[in-house]
T-cell receptor, first 109, second 116 residues
Framework: SQQGEEDPQALSIQEGENATMNCSYKTSINNLQWYRQNSGRGLVHLILIRSNEREKHSGRLRVTLDTSKKSSSLLITASRAADTASYFC?????????WGAGTKLIIKP | DAGVIQSPRHEVTEMGQEVTLRCKPISGHNSLFWYRQTMMRGLELLIY????????DSGMPEDRFSAKMPNASFSTLKIQPSEPRDSAVYFC??????????????FGPGTRLTVL
């Protein structure tokens, strides 16, 4: 089953701009994770944020988590053509990892 | 570490044939997941194992699908008989379950299955 919903479903921006993707979920969680999938490849883990954290950074990535609104956002700063991919959020609780439908990000050169 | 290994990478078969997909998880991981991904349905969890035991197989589409994990370093997903609607990319992933929640999952490269 899928509980996460990414928003938007697709996003197209110019190289150098910032890209923001959102994820909403329905039940309480232990952590929330973001993954990237390049076309034709497996998913790659980007970042994990625990339920007691509000913000986390990793390189050009910034993730926020608002447990009161049951939502998270992924910000990619100074986007590059190589960031073109699909991005998925996944929530972890009670021995399950539940996936959203993904946001397709296209970075135009 | 070689990461999660899946074989074959591509499989083309005819309707009615048996298909077996294989996965070798990362050494030391105690959880293994089988996913199916299609354009129409996105990423679907089929089954997951913890310490070689199937924990949740509610995502397995029907009796034609079966999965086994005879030991900590090997798992198979079998489709018998295969149908054209089974065409998809099948991913295997492994992870470690700690303190009641999952850490990151490591995905294999996937098996692209085409059933004619």
């Amino acid at each position: 089953s899928q509980q996460g919903e990414e928003d938007p479903q697709a996003l197209s921006i110019q190289e150098g701009e910032n890209a923001t993707m959102n994820c909403s979920y329905k039940t309480s969680i232990n952590n929330l994770q973001w993954y990237r999938q390049n076309s034709g490849r497996g998913l790659v883990h980007l970042i994990l944020i625990r339920s007691n954290e509000r913000e986390k950074h990793s390189g050009r990535l910034r993730v926020t988590l608002d447990t009161s609104k049951k939502s998270s956002s992924l910000l990619i700063t100074a986007s590059r053509a190589a960031d073109t991919a699909s991005y998925f959020c996944a929530t972890s609780s009670n021995y399950q990892l539940i996936w959203g439908a993904g946001t397709k990000l296209i970075i135009k050169p | 570490d070689a990461g999660v290994i899946q074989s074959p990478r591509h499989e083309v078969t005819e309707m009615g044939q048996e298909v077996t997909l294989r996965c070798k998880p990362i050494s030391g991981h105690n959880s293994l997941f089988w996913y199916r991904q299609t354009m129409m349905r996105g990423l679907e969890l089929l089954i997951y194992f913890n310490n070689n035991v199937p924990i949740d197989d509610s995502g397995m589409p029907e009796d034609r699908f079966s999965a086994k994990m005879p030991n900590a370093s090997f798992s198979t997903l079998k489709i018998q008989p295969s149908e054209p609607r089974d065409s998809a990319v099948y991913f295997c992933a492994s992870s470690s379950l700690l303190a009641g929640s999952y850490n990151e999952q490591f995905f294999g490269p996937g098996t692209r299955l085409t059933v004619l």
